[in-house]
Nanobody, 124 residues
Framework: QVQLVESGGGLVQAGGSLRLSCAASVTIFSGGTWAWFRQAPGKEREFVAALFRVTGNTNYADSVKGRFGVSGDNAKNTLFLQMSSLKPEDTAMYYC?????????????????WGRGTQVTVSS
C-alpha cells in the first residue's frame, strides 16, 4: 500500500519561511507528476506547484510564483516545497499528491495518491 506522508508544517509569522516534505513509502512509478495542493477552511482544494519527475520541469500557481520552490529527490521518493515570504493567505492544509501522467497537473481530480496533509499557519 502506498503512503504519502507530509511534514514540515507549522506556525510562522508573515514574511517567514517553511520547508515542507512529502515522503512516499514505495516507488509507485518512475515518471509522472508530483504536486502540492492546499485547502483552507471553507475553500476548495487549490493547486500550488508541480514537479514533473522525468524532466524536472516545474509548474506553479500564480499566487505562489517567485515565493515557493518545488523540488524532489527521486532516489528517496521525496518531494519538497520551500516556501518563502509567506503571507496570511497562505494559511491552509498542504497536501502532496502523485500521478503517473503529466497532463492537467493543476487538476486535483486527476491524482490518485494523496497524503493526509500538514498544516501551515501564517500569522500577520
Amino acid at each position: 500500500q502506498v503512503q504519502l506522508v507530509e511534514s514540515g508544517g507549522g506556525l510562522v509569522q508573515a514574511g517567514g519561511s517553511l520547508r515542507l516534505s512529502c515522503a512516499a513509502s514505495v516507488t509507485i512509478f518512475s515518471g509522472g507528476t508530483w504536486a502540492w495542493f492546499r485547502q483552507a477552511p471553507g475553500k476548495e482544494r487549490e493547486f500550488v506547484a508541480a514537479l514533473f519527475r522525468v524532466t524536472g520541469n516545474t509548474n506553479y500557481a500564480d499566487s505562489v510564483k517567485g515565493r515557493f520552490g518545488v523540488s524532489g529527490d527521486n532516489a528517496k521518493n521525496t518531494l519538497f516545497l520551500q516556501m518563502s515570504s509567506l503571507k496570511p493567505e497562505d494559511t491552509a492544509m498542504y497536501y502532496c499528491a502523485i500521478k503517473e501522467t503529466i497532463s492537467e497537473a493543476p487538476n486535483p481530480w486527476t491524482y490518485g495518491y494523496w497524503g493526509r496533509g500538514t498544516q501551515v499557519t501564517v500569522s500577520s
